[in-house]
Structure formats: structure tokens, C-alpha cells
T-cell receptor, first 117, second 110 residues
Framework: NSKVIQTPRYLVKGQGQKAKMRCIPE?????VFWYQQNKNNEFKFLIN????????QIDMTEKRFSAECPSNSPCSLEIQSSEAGDSALYLC???????????????FGHGTKLSVL | QQKVQQSPESLSVPEGGMASLNCTSS?????YFWWYRQHSGEGPKALM?????GDKKEGRFTAHLNKASLHVSLHIRDSQPSDSALYFC??????????FGTGTKLQVVP
């Protein structure tokens, strides 16, 4: 069973609407990642955090996506104005961050499946 | 972002048989590899990592890495129907995130 908790499991939005999803990382894991998995099962990295600070993010994330990992609250990923191309499975993962985050095992949640109509 | 290629796209093996999956990184900066498995409706789950040249065995799973060619393979012996899933390799290199491959769909036929 996933110890990374993602909510909601399913999210349906109209084009132009905001879409927000949340993630509670595994206890004791300070590093959190967001990936997008499209219908062809291709992964796209979006952003990662160590504690509350952004480590890396791609251009797309800077423009239409916003994400945060506040202290003592779930992490969140929000799409400001949803587009049809945003329909995908959004996966949150966490890692212990003990040896540098690049090569560590990622622990994934079940994902939030976003459908933009 | 796609710098990790996997083959074959799909694979069917009989129950009890051997499944062999391949993965190649096109970027020499990414030479540390993980294998993940994703069952339908779930998130990926890590199977094993391999960071050094040669073989690494964990139970029924054996990974082989050739750093010179940046090629890694995963062999599943005595395949079970429960092994039917999507398999992804992920390549990384400090200080950046793991890049996932294109995936192989494995079907184990009873």
C-alpha cells in the first residue's frame, strides 16, 4: 500500500478552470517530486522540493503551474488555467534525501487522474 | 526530456518463463539506473537499482549494467501472472532528477 497519499484520485475540470491536487509524502521524507504521466505512459518531471524549497522545475511549471510544500501541511500542485493537454495522471513521489536526491528510490502515490473537458 | 529509451514496447511470456527488458540512456550524465513496475491503477513501485557495471540479483529479478554503452537490462525469471505490468527504467546523475524511459508492457500468460 502506498504511504504517499494523493488526493483526490480523480479530478474533472473544464478548460480554463483551476485544478488543485495534494500530496502527503511518506513520513520522514523531505524530498518531494511531481511527475506528469500522459496517456502514452510518458513521464514528464515537473518540480521537486526539499522541505519547503524548490530544487528544480521545468519551464512549463513556471508558467502555468504552481506548487508548494508548506511546513506541516500537504504539498500541492495547482494548474492555473487547465488545458485539454493537461489531462494526465499526476504522480507525487517522495524520497528520504539522505544521500542526495538524484539516485534514491522514489516512493510514489497512486496519483491524481486529471481530465480536462 | 526523453533521453531514456526502452525496448521492446510490449512483451508476452508464458508463466514460468524468462522476461528480458532493455533500457538505454543517451546522456552520459545519466548513468545510475532504477527499475520500477506499475500495475494498472497504481503508482510506480521501485524494484531495484543498479549503479555499477555487471549484474545485480534480487530474488527473481536480475539487472545488468554496461556503463560503457549506458545499457541496462532487467531479467525476470519464473515469470508470474502478477508480474504483468508496465516496467520503467529511470536514469539519473547528480544533481538532477530521475528521467523515466518509454516503458515496456509485460504480459505473463498462464
Amino acid at each position: 500500500n502506498s504511504k504517499v497519499i494523493q488526493t483526490p484520485r480523480y479530478l474533472v475540470k473544464g478548460q480554463g478552470q483551476k485544478a488543485k491536487m495534494r500530496c502527503i509524502p511518506e513520513k520522514g521524507h523531505p524530498v518531494v517530486f511531481w511527475y506528469q504521466q500522459n496517456k502514452n505512459n510518458e513521464f514528464k518531471f515537473l518540480i521537486n522540493f526539499q522541505n519547503q524549497e524548490v530544487l528544480q522545475q521545468i519551464d512549463m511549471t513556471e508558467k502555468r503551474f504552481s506548487a508548494e510544500c508548506p511546513s506541516n501541511s500537504p504539498c500541492s500542485l495547482e494548474i492555473q488555467s487547465s488545458e485539454a493537454g493537461d489531462s494526465a495522471l499526476y504522480l507525487c513521489a517522495s524520497s528520504p534525501g539522505t544521500g542526495g536526491f538524484s539516485n534514491e528510490r522514489l516512493f510514489f502515490g497512486h496519483g491524481t487522474k486529471l481530465s480536462v473537458l | 526530456q526523453q533521453k531514456v529509451q526502452q525496448s521492446p514496447e510490449s512483451l508476452s511470456v508464458p508463466e514460468g518463463g524468462m522476461a528480458s527488458l532493455n533500457c538505454t540512456s543517451s546522456d552520459r550524465n545519466f548513468q545510475y539506473f532504477w527499475w520500477y513496475r506499475q500495475h494498472s491503477g497504481e503508482g510506480p513501485k521501485a524494484l531495484m537499482s543498479i549503479f555499477s557495471d555487471g549484474d545485480k540479483k534480487e530474488g527473481r529479478f536480475t539487472a545488468h549494467l554496461n556503463k560503457a554503452s549506458l545499457h541496462v537490462s532487467l531479467h525476470i525469471r519464473d515469470s508470474q501472472p502478477s508480474d504483468s505490468a508496465l516496467y520503467f527504467c529511470a536514469a539519473s546523475g547528480p544533481p538532477t532528477y530521475q528521467r523515466f524511459g518509454t516503458g515496456t508492457k509485460l504480459q505473463v500468460v498462464p
